[in-house]
Nanobody, 112 residues
């Protein structure tokens, strides 16, 4: 069973930076596409960045990377609108294109 555990969230002032981490266990991490999503109150969950054979970042201020069994999200120049719960997710391409596994989320709060 794949488990994903996020960390690194917290309270930061606008303009600051945070680095989120997601530790994966229980699966073949190297073959998964990993994604970071976020969900703000009253809004739908949205993709922030993903990494597989290549990287894709919706937010130019955010950078996704991976090392061994951990995926990171470096967030710079944070804005109050970045406030959300951030989730790590894993897609096993052998099972299709949906994200199959999710972490519990970590809260990011950006104050103005």
């Amino acid at each position: 069973q794949v488990q994903l555990v996020e960390s690194g969230g917290g309270l930061v002032q606008a303009g600051g930076s945070l680095r989120l981490s997601c530790a994966a266990s229980g699966g073949t991490f190297s073959r998964y596409v990993m994604g970071w999503f976020r969900q703000a109150p009253g809004k739908e969950r949205e993709l922030v960045a993903a990494i597989g054979w290549s990287t894709h970042s919706v937010q130019g201020r955010f950078t996704i990377s991976r090392d061994k069994n951990t995926v990171y999200l470096q967030m710079n120049s944070l804005k109050p609108e970045d406030t959300a719960v951030y989730y790590c997710a894993a897609n096993d391409p052998a099972r299709g294109s949906e994200y199959d596994y999710w972490g519990q989320g970590t809260q990011v709060t950006v104050s103005s």
